[in-house]
């Protein structure tokens, strides 16, 4: 069965400091591992994916999230945060033969200045 | 860019109520996809449709069916709304190619009172 969890509901942190919002999942086969961001009251925006290749992905706004197949992790990362950046980050994997994305419960990201 | 609509931002509906939701994209995607989003459990598949007048259940269909006569259009419908049907609800899209992104609507938020 494909799941994915995110551990933190939430996660604090100040302007400039990095951060680190945390993913793992469980999957058949190979993973394809996603990250998509929600600000209030809008729909989900993708900002990056891991197929294959680079464990260091690299996506919008400044973020990279880091493929770890041992550990089933796929965390995602940003060397100095903003304000602008809090919002509802969600976690996402999709099987290689099911067409289905399968979404972590979300974590809310507070940046504060 | 690729734009995903949906009819309505916010909608109240009474028990009991037929209610349409519907959501169209411009980007000739095969697949569309509803989803609910309920805090602390993230996004849940609905239903989703691989081709005009084709779909398949997702995780909790339970109360609800599609339709979708139009590549563009995919409409959601509950065929008589119960107050556990208060959700936001997120329309998306992708071409058919497996590895691709999902993209999204704004969200519906439905109050069923």
């Known amino acids: 069965a494909q799941s994915v969890a995110q551990p933190e509901d939430q996660v604090n942190v100040a302007e400039g400091n990095p951060l680190t919002v945390k993913c793992t999942y469980s999957?058949?086969?190979?993973?394809?591992l996603f990250w998509y961001v929600q600000y209030p009251n809008r729909g989900l925006q993708f900002l990056l994916k891991y197929i294959t290749g680079d464990n260091l992905v690299k996506g919008s706004y400044g973020f990279e999230a880091e493929f770890n197949k041992s550990q089933t992790s796929f965390h995602l990362k940003k060397p100095s945060a903003l304000v602008s950046d809090s919002a509802l980050y969600f976690c996402a994997v999709r099987a290689y033969n099911f067409n289905k994305f399968y979404f972590g419960s979300g974590t809310k990201l507070n940046v504060k200045p | 860019d690729v734009k995903v609509t949906q009819s309505s931002r916010y909608l109240v509906k009474r028990t009991g109520e037929k209610v349409f939701l519907e959501c169209v994209q411009d980007m000739d995607h095969e697949n569309m996809f509803w989803y609910r989003q309920d805090p602390g459990l993230g996004l849940r598949l609905i239903y989703f449709s691989y081709d005009v007048k084709m779909k398949e259940k997702g995780d909790i269909p339970e109360g609800y069916s599609v339709s979708r006569e139009k590549k563009e259009r995919f409409s959601l419908i509950l065929e008589s709304a119960s107050t556990n049907q208060t959700s936001m609800y997120l329309c998306?899209?992708?071409?058919?190619?497996?590895?691709?992104?999902?993209?999204f609507g704004p969200g519906t938020r439905l109050l069923v009172l």
């Open positions: 999957v058949s086969g190979n993973p394809y």
């Open positions: 998306a899209s992708n071409i058919g190619q497996l590895l691709e992104t999902q993209y």
